[in-house]
């Protein structure tokens, strides 16, 4: 499970992040992540911020920031392969085509399209699946675009409301839109969804605006109101506030992951399509 959070005078990026202003035209973005494993390495990140199976980015460009989380397919793991090793390695390819200036900010899918054409032609065979989702903030025209493949996602919260989210995407309960690579002889059988699949959104922001992008392992365990009453306890945009903040939120979605009785949002979609489960 990962989040990261920026929050600023204008807006907050991963689970938690934020904006404050450099000029009449300008913004910079602060940003925190924060994410727990599968195997209870407590905030511990992996080299290419990778959080267990899910990995994420932040990176900028002139006046872009993007950001991006992944989540890998644990499902990959009954074949001996480690799910983290394609969610990480797409989200280091797309912040590297960033870095270098790869990109259009209007068009997110772009990024995403380009860092899996990367991985399909890797020299090094790959093999696994994940989620995706790339917010991009332009800073000079102060528009949020986003894509979105899968059950990862984003807020946009202002004023303690949530004015943007991303959409869901599932072919069928708990079964997430996802790019994949597959072995030749399993090509035809292995769930893949093309990069143009992605939801994507184009939006204004403001000053005093969060962004906050995370993979199911936050939304499937917090409800919306539960991660809004988190964020109102952020005070201002320093890093270490904004850190805090995107801490509390990994760590009480992670208690919540493993109370037996609780009734999750997830639990609920699980009941909803005739599964009587909880926790």
């Known amino acids: ?65 993007v950001l991006g989380v992944a989540d890998g397919v644990g499902g990959w793991r009954d074949y001996g392969v480690d799910p983290s090793q394609f969610s990480g390695t797409l989200m280091r390819t797309c912040e590297r085509l960033v870095k270098e200036g790869r990109f259009v900010p209007s068009n997110p899918v772009g990024i995403l399209t380009a860092g899996y054409c990367e991985l399909l032609q890797n020299k090094v065979p790959l093999l696994g699946s994940s989620t995706a989702c790339i ?23 202002r004023g303690g409301e949530v004015v943007h989210r991303s959409d869901e995407q599932q072919h069928y309960f708990n079964t997430p839109f996802q790019l994949s690579i597959a072995p030749p002889e399993a090509e035809g059988v292995v769930l893949s969804d093309s990069p143009d699949a992605a939801d994507s959104t184009s939006f204004d922001v403001q000053l005093g605006d969060i962004i906050l ?45 493993y109370d037996p009785t609780y009734m999750s949002p997830f639990a609920q979609f699980a009941c909803d399509n005739g599964l009587n489960v909880r926790g």
Do not use: W
């Open 1 to 65: 499970m990962f989040s990261v959070l920026s929050y600023g005078r204008l807006v907050a990026r991963a689970v938690l992040g934020g904006l404050s202003q450099t000029d009449s035209r300008d913004y910079s973005l602060v940003t925190a992540s924060c994410g727990f494993g599968k195997d209870f390495r407590k905030g511990i990140l992996k080299k290419g911020m990778c959080y267990g199976d899910d990995a994420c980015f932040v990176a900028r460009h002139r006046s872009a920031d």
């Open 135 to 157: 917010v991009v903030l332009d800073r000079t025209s102060h528009r949020l675009h986003t894509a979105n493949l899968g059950d990862s996602g984003f807020l946009v919260v």
């Open 213 to 257: 992008t995370a993979t199911d392992g936050l939304f499937d365990n917090m409800p919306d109101y539960m991660i809004l009453q988190e964020l109102k306890k952020l005070k201002n945009s320093n890093y270490e506030s904004i850190q805090q903040t995107a801490r509390s939120i990994a760590e009480q979605a992670h208690e919540l992951a």
